[in-house]
């Protein structure tokens, strides 16, 4: 395929699914981050009866690069909770799925002092090492889970830039894929972003246009049926498919012009 300046805009975009905290635990989830582990099974084997399965953000993207994701979805853990390890990896390895967890760099250890509420513990470096053992993607979430969009240049350096090199170091290999916390980002961040050397990044909502930099997502939350799992997924293709009709409109009545137009951000969830 050649890399042309609409290569990106042309990215077939399968679904991408994102998660939180994976736990049976009862304690109170204000901001609604904990799905059960029963529940993410349920959610699993849904995608298996329809003929899908769910792969990290960094395989989702190659194989769309092939023109080969047909039959791929993504799944994302947002923030590196540390329960992903003991209540995620188990249920993914049952059902043959990887995802991608997207840990915030300067907080490895600690706990989600950017949420106001119940504190959820984080991954540490050793746990972040485990996670890629299993066979599961790492990725960033910034240095200290920050609104990227109106950032000057040295935040965007310090928390795309610097969360980049902080997780190479801990695990000793390339980090590829990125998250913008809060689904807030512009132009400048998707720029620093792909300046970082990151392969791809995912926003929040579920939106189009999107390229490798800005990839839309459906939240799943704590009450999430299977139900509500194809509904996305179905909202995800029609809207795909009006979203490639759009374009083609578009070419054919200016051919010369490639341009994606970056989309505003949709959505707050975190
Ligand atoms: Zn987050």
């Known amino acids: 395929m050649t890399a042309g300046p609409d290569a990106a805009a042309r990215l077939p975009l399968p679904p991408v699914l994102m998660y939180h905290s994976i736990s049976p635990s009862a304690e109170p989830d204000p901001h609604l981050l904990r799905v059960h582990p029963d529940r993410l099974g349920r959610h699993l084997r849904l995608l298996r009866s329809l003929g ?8 989702l ?4 690069d092939r023109g080969a994701a047909r039959g791929l979805v993504g799944l994302t853990f947002d923030d590196g909770y540390a329960d992903f390890l003991e209540h995620a990896v188990p249920v993914l390895r049952r059902h043959g799925m990887t995802g991608t967890v997207y840990a915030v760099a300067g907080r490895l250890g600690g706990a989600n002092d ?3 509420g119940p504190r959820f513990d984080l991954l540490d470096a050793d746990g972040l090492r485990a996670v890629a053992a299993a066979g599961q993607e790492v990725g960033s979430h910034t240095m200290t889970h ?14 795309v830039g610097g969360s980049r090199e902080v997780l190479e ?6 980090v590829a894929s990125f998250c913008y ?3 807030s980002f512009d132009a400048a ?31 799943v939350g704590p009450r999430d049926t299977r139900a509500h799992v194809l509904a996305r997924l179905v909202r995800h293709r029609a809207r795909l498919g009006l979203a490639a009709r759009a374009a083609d409109r578009a070419r054919a009545d200016a051919p010369a012009e490639g341009a994606a ?10």
């Open 146 to 159: 920050a609104r990227l969009a109106g950032a000057g240049a040295a935040v965007l350096a310090a928390e």
């Open 61 to 64: 993207v190659r194989a769309a």
């Open 52 to 59: 899908l399965r769910g792969v990290s953000l960094s395989e």
């Open 261 to 270: 137009v970056l989309p505003g951000a949709v959505g707050g969830d975190r």
């Open 114 to 116: 950017w949420d106001t």
């Open 181 to 183: 916390p809060y689904g």
């Open 189 to 219: 961040a998707a720029d620093a972003v792909r300046a970082a050397g990151y392969d791809n990044a995912c926003v929040t909502g579920d939106y189009l246009p999107g390229d490798r930099f800005t990839l839309p997502r459906s939240y």
């Open 169 to 174: 170091d801990v695990l000793q290999a390339e």
